[in-house]
């Protein structure tokens, strides 16, 4: 059965920065990208950044491109967020997600963790 366990969320000052990470478990887990969604209250869980495996390639959403930056281990199950120049929309609840190895669809999800941003 696979695990995600994110971790790093916090309260921090607008302008500030947090390192969220994800870590996924499960036997002989494999997948195809990794990502991270979030959800603020009273919205829909948005996509926020993601990572494929093969070749490295990213995506980030515009609203924190410039400012967020997925990276990660693939030898090791394991995404970053580094989320910098934090606004106060950015304050949710952020997600990891990974897809299985024969589908690109996100198919295992974190409980998640808060973030907060205060002025």
């Known amino acids: 059965q696979v695990q995600l366990v994110e971790s790093g969320g916090g309260l921090v000052q607008a302008g500030g920065s947090l390192r969220l990470s994800c870590a996924a478990s499960g036997h002989t887990f494999k997948s195809i990208a990794m990502g991270w969604f979030r959800q603020a209250p009273g919205k829909e869980r948005e996509f926020v950044a993601s990572i494929r495996w093969s070749g490295g390639s990213t995506t980030h959403a515009d609203a924190v491109k410039g400012r967020f930056t997925i990276s990660g281990d693939n030898a090791k199950n394991t995404v970053f967020l580094q989320m910098n120049s934090l606004k106060l929309e950015d304050t949710a609840v952020y997600y990891c997600?990974?897809?299985?190895?024969?589908?690109?669809?996100?198919?295992?999800w974190g409980q998640g963790t808060q973030v907060t941003v205060s002025s």
């Open positions: 997600a990974a897809t299985p190895p024969e589908k690109y669809e996100y198919k295992y």
